[in-house]
């Protein structure tokens, strides 16, 4: 704080609060409910880190936030974000096993999207020397969900076949490389048709999502595959259930394909539910076949499983300092651009992962006189944005 | 085959064929439809290895096949028995792997309660020197099952919990023993009160099948279990997943409670069906829990999963030989007390494995005005076995 902000007050008292650059959802909607704005600096509380933010990871259920289509979603306005790498700043009373100055990955509860952000210890995590802020602000959701997935729930084991949807994103991509860790396992996956190119080394067959997959995966292997991961549901949850080879393992862990326009549509997350189809367990004891579901942010904030999501973020820790793991970062945004990538992630264009950088400055946008850009410079408070440039 | 046998038919030509005793179901119901009658000894076709039976496993699933309620069950009369050891006296056309003289288990679809079966070599497994063949007879489908839920289906994991029913029983048993295998793993089960003393040691918490278990371990574990075995379905399926643990598996592998009268009851059956609530995948992804179900009768048979069983078989054999697993015997039987046996089993009364021995001697039965046991020796065919003694 300087020392400028401080002198002037009626009564020459409290000093005015510093403030930090954070990434707030003003309403449900589409882009331009999100809004970099400033806020006063959090501070650490008890049992609690507090972490100057260098890199943020973006994920999907970021946009289900951002469009109210996320089961017991936030209250706006709020400060999104659930993940982030950074340095320690300041520790809360009864906070050990940090030290200021630590480079540290945080997950968290929202508010992840913020120059300073204060996370319970148990959500943070030690950053390895060797390990960058991007690639540790792109670990968390990504792998941590791909490893339960493949080595928790569905057990992989060798010469197994994988089938995972979105191939390019980053729990695919993350999926992908953990398959890769084990021998001769086959992988099946879809991505969109012109990311194809980038990504069809990481899978054994790719396909578009839009054709008919199950019948391309039956061509070529007439049994089906071992373990399938869904992050679309609706339709697909069936698709991939019948699709279970004896002895298979279907995990939907995200819901996709319910975001479509920009805004909630009652309608798709109706039809959505609508067309999953509920099962007995008496027909998987006649089949041969498991089900699950998994969601990290349930685990982790309402089901406080942080202990077991710790020790498997130690494990891919070790895994990224042996090199056998690498996070794939599509690209890079300032906080006042995050409109503008969250539309990237929207419209399936992202290979890989979607950073937020609070230190990186706003891409100039062109001047014109048609309506201006919202998301484009970070505005002062919440009331005056749409005049803001 | 006798010479004696030979001399006298009108022809002078094809030899009497040699019989041999076996356990035929004659029709679905109580323990009368099953009888020890003779019938000609089996030749090994190509691929099948021809085994003289020493000692055969019953299980659940013999009662559930004798009443009738099995879904894609046998049309009577059949041989019965699923699991037997005993030693190669010959070989199939193009059978390889094996020599006669060899001591062996045999998996088999029905016809493993005779003196001599054939069984596709697939389905035959090696028996190291120091194994029985009553052991041998015990292994299959329990150890198969147990070992397949703990380790493949549910991931068993060090500092976890396990819930199984019938803990008295043969797969209850081969479940406490491969749970002792992993460090610091809590068990729950229950048993029928007069088996407690019996079995209470395999297990940390003991409890009567009749009690409200879900509430006792509700009271001992507030979060629950992280893995539930599920051997009796019906309304206990629903209670099962819903004292899962966050993370937690739930697995049917049998409907025994569907076992209760003598005969095919359609409304236990209609019921039991009834009890058990479809889930869709939706609540499992919300509440991040696994539903599953397995039969490996299906698996085998159905499904062509033998060189997958095969390999587990071997884990198995080679778990028995370091003496980390040892099947637990109740009694074995003659082929003529089949149905006194089956009895006991019916009435929970066996803790561990009843087995059936072809080369013992019946029981002596009580001379009484009564009507005779049926079962109680081995009729020279189907017609006259009411009147045998």
Redesign the interface.
């Given at each position: 704080m300087s020392t400028e902000e401080q002198k002037e007050g009626p009564e020459a008292a409290a000093p005015a609060p510093r403030e930090v650059k954070c990434v707030v959802l003003t309403g449900f909607g589409g882009p331009k409910m999100v809004r970099c704005q400033k806020k006063p600096e959090p501070s650490a509380k008890e049992g609690e880190v507090l972490i100057r933010v260098k890199a943020c990871g973006m994920s999907f259920q970021d946009l289900m936030v951002r469009q109210g289509v996320l089961?017991h979603g936030p209250k706006t306005p709020i400060v999104m974000g659930f993940e982030c790498a950074g340095e320690v700043e300041a520790l809360g009373e009864n906070t050990s096993g940090f030290n200021i100055g630590d480079r540290v990955i945080g997950f968290c509860d929202y508010k992840a999207w913020s120059e300073v952000v204060a996370i319970p210890s148990q959500f943070v995590y030690k950053m390895p020397e060797n390990m960058s802020f991007q690639d540790g602000a792109a670990l968390p959701m990504s792998y941590l969900t791909a490893y339960i997935l493949l080595f928790?729930?569905a057990?992989l084991?060798q010469g197994q076949s994988v089938f995972t949807h979105s191939v390019g994103g980053g729990v695919g991509i993350a999926v992908t490389q953990l398959c890769h860790m084990m021998e001769d396992v086959k992988l099946f996956g879809t991505a969109s048709y012109q990311k194809h190119e980038a990504v069809k080394a990481n899978v054994d067959h790719l396909f578009d999502h839009v054709v008919d997959y199950p019948q391309e995966v039956r061509k070529l292997s007439p049994e089906g595959v071992d373990i399938f991961l869904d992050c679309l549901?609706g339709e697909d949850?069936n698709k991939g259930?019948s699709l279970l080879k004896?002895?298979g393992?279907?995990i939907?862990?995200g819901?996709s394909s319910i975001v479509t326009g920009e805004t909630k549509s009652f309608f798709s997350f109706a039809k959505s539910?609508w067309q999953?189809?509920?099962?007995?367990?008496?027909?998987?004891?006649?089949?041969?076949?498991?089900?699950?579901?998994?969601?990290l942010r349930?685990?982790l904030h309402k089901?406080?499983?942080h202990q077991?999501v710790k020790e498997i973020m130690n494990k891919l820790i070790k895994l990224y300092s042996d090199g056998k793991i690498r996070p794939c970062i599509d690209s890079a945004w300032a906080f006042e651009d995050v409109g503008e990538a969250m539309q990237k992630m929207q419209d399936r264009k992202n290979i890989g992962k979607i950073i937020l950088d609070p230190t990186l400055e706003p891409k100039p946008k062109p001047v014109s006189p048609a309506r201006i850009h919202t998301t484009s410079q970070c505005s002062e408070d919440k009331e005056n944005t749409e005049d803001q440039q």
């Open positions: 089961e928790d729930i057990n084991r549901c949850a259930i004896p002895m393992k279907y939907l862990y819901s539910w999953v189809d509920k099962i007995s367990p008496i027909k998987l004891y006649d089949e041969n076949k498991t089900i699950a579901g998994f969601q349930h685990l089901q406080g499983q077991y």
